[in-house]
């Protein structure tokens, strides 16, 4: 029993292993990918009209990405890449700096999150026939923990990187901007991903990057915490 075991757990093994994702799924995370590092250029940007600039670039990119999201099939990922679509274009309107990498930042959320369908998509949709599942149900399940442990470890990782521009552009925020202004920014993003974290059914992926964002944010209120009262006592 034990060897049949073992000679199904290859068989099953060399199946997942051969398995490619579709052209038209692998283009669209390709450009997905150009969107989100776009994005965090307008994000990093301290120049409203800068910022603006890789906005549009992010916008033309998710036109252009249109086709392959349709031919890859992914529904999920065409609802959060056109939600961002619109959070893209709302920050192409706004008047502050400040209002601009709010919407940037949702638009980054909705971005990653996007990725993240088209990168799990395939994953979900087996491609094995279904006697060879029904043999062995239970190795199966134990593969597919694997793959999604693995899938997660590497959307954090993603994540953990998208983020880096978005402490970088906070740090620019509080040692440019006065105290007011600066603690109000941090502010908004905090209580924003304070109520996201708050909604069900949220992917591992917007669970993650909200969690995280919020931490920076937190940790930015805490820096600012006192600057206020410091500006009083100076006067």
Same mark, same amino acid.
């Given at each position: 029993?034990?060897?049949?075991?073992?000679?199904?757990?290859?068989?099953?093994s060399?199946?997942?292993?051969?398995?490619?994702?579709?052209?038209?799924?692998?283009?669209?995370?390709?450009?997905i990918?150009?969107v989100k590092?776009?994005?965090?250029?307008?994000?990093?940007?301290?120049? @409203? *009209?800068?910022? !603006?600039?890789?906005?549009?670039?992010? %916008?033309?990119?998710?036109? &252009? +990405?249109?086709?392959?999201?349709?031919?890859?099939?992914?529904?999920?990922?065409?609802?959060?890449?056109?939600?961002?679509?619109?959070?893209?274009k709302?920050?192409t309107?706004?008047?502050?700096?400040?209002?601009?990498?709010?919407?940037l930042n949702?638009?980054?959320?909705?971005?990653?999150?996007?990725?993240?369908?088209?990168?799990?998509?395939?994953?979900?949709?087996?491609?094995y026939?279904?006697?060879v599942?029904?043999m062995?149900?239970?190795?199966?399940?134990k593969?597919?923990?694997?793959?999604?442990?693995?899938? @997660? *470890?590497?959307? !954090?990782?993603?994540?953990?990187?998208? %983020?880096?521009?978005?402490? &970088? +552009?906070?740090?620019?925020?509080?040692?440019?901007?006065?105290?007011?202004?600066?603690?109000?920014?941090?502010?908004?993003?905090?209580?924003?991903?304070?109520?996201?974290?708050?909604?069900?059914?949220l992917?591992?992926g917007?669970?993650?990057?909200?969690?995280?964002?919020k931490?920076?944010?937190?940790?930015?209120?805490?820096?600012?915490?006192?600057?206020?009262?410091?500006l009083?006592?100076?006067?």
């Amino acid at each position: 029993m034990e060897k049949c075991t073992i000679v199904l757990c290859a068989l099953f093994s060399c199946l997942l292993s051969s398995y490619k994702p579709s052209p038209a799924c692998e283009y669209a995370g390709s450009n997905i990918g150009f969107v989100k590092s776009q994005t965090e250029k307008a994000i990093a940007m301290e120049n @409203i *009209n800068l910022a !603006r600039y890789y906005t549009y670039k992010a %916008l033309n990119a998710i036109v &252009k +990405s249109r086709q392959q999201l349709s031919e890859c099939g992914c529904e999920h990922a065409v609802l959060n890449i056109e939600e961002g679509f619109d959070n893209l274009k709302r920050a192409t309107r706004t008047t502050t700096l400040s209002a601009t990498k709010i919407l940037l930042n949702r638009a980054l959320e909705n971005t990653l999150e996007g990725l993240e369908a088209v990168l799990t998509y395939e994953a979900h949709e087996s491609p094995y026939p279904s006697d060879v599942l029904v043999m062995n149900t239970k190795m199966a399940k134990k593969k597919r923990i694997i793959l999604k442990d693995t899938d @997660i *470890n590497a959307l !954090r990782k993603k994540i953990d990187m998208s %983020l880096v521009n978005y402490q &970088k +552009s906070l740090d620019n925020v509080i040692n440019s901007v006065d105290c007011k202004e600066a603690k109000a920014f941090a502010k908004k993003i905090h209580d924003h991903c304070e109520q996201q974290l708050l909604k069900p059914n949220l992917t591992e992926g917007k669970k993650y990057y909200n969690l995280k964002t919020k931490q920076i944010s937190a940790a930015a209120l805490k820096r600012l915490g006192g600057c206020e009262d410091q500006l009083l006592s100076s006067k």
